[in-house]
């Protein structure tokens, strides 16, 4: 079997990260290994030759739900929905009236910068750290 890596780029560039994540949580699973693994052993030896230059290369960012007033509630759970998917209408209430809470873990910055944005429009007040 012939591997198409074009269409294996193309086909996981239109996947969102919560379905890239679980590929590789199966993928893991599956061949018995861990893809964290590697990234702390490369982390480690970047970090002993330039710190500096490490923390301002960040990469992954968390989309913090800082608060959301009373008045822009239900447009906010509907904006949750819309940046978490799979979440559901009892999930995204809670974690609005939960505020504050993160949203979004580990999300790349263009995935954060949407998130914020989109959270935002609905009158939430949002933190990207």
Do not use: Q
């Not at 074009?6 to 560039?13: D, G, Y």
Request: charged share 30%; hydrophobic share 55%.
């Amino acid at each position: 079997m012939a591997l198409d890596k074009a269409n294996i780029v193309e086909l996981l560039s239109n996947a969102t990260v919560i379905e890239i994540a679980d590929l590789v949580k199966e993928l893991e699973t599956k061949w018995g290994v861990t893809a964290a693994a590697p990234v702390a052993v490369a982390a480690a030896a970047g970090a002993a030759g330039a710190a500096a230059p490490a923390a301002e290369a960040k990469d992954t960012f968390d989309v913090i739900l800082v608060s959301v007033p009373a008045d822009k509630k239900i447009a906010a759970i509907k904006a949750v929905r819309e940046v978490k998917a799979g979440l559901g209408l009892a999930e995204a209430k809670a974690l609005v009236e939960g505020a504050p809470k993160p949203v979004l873990e580990g999300a790349n910055k263009a995935d954060s910068d949407s998130a914020k944005k989109k959270l935002e429009e609905a009158g939430a007040k949002v933190e990207v750290k």
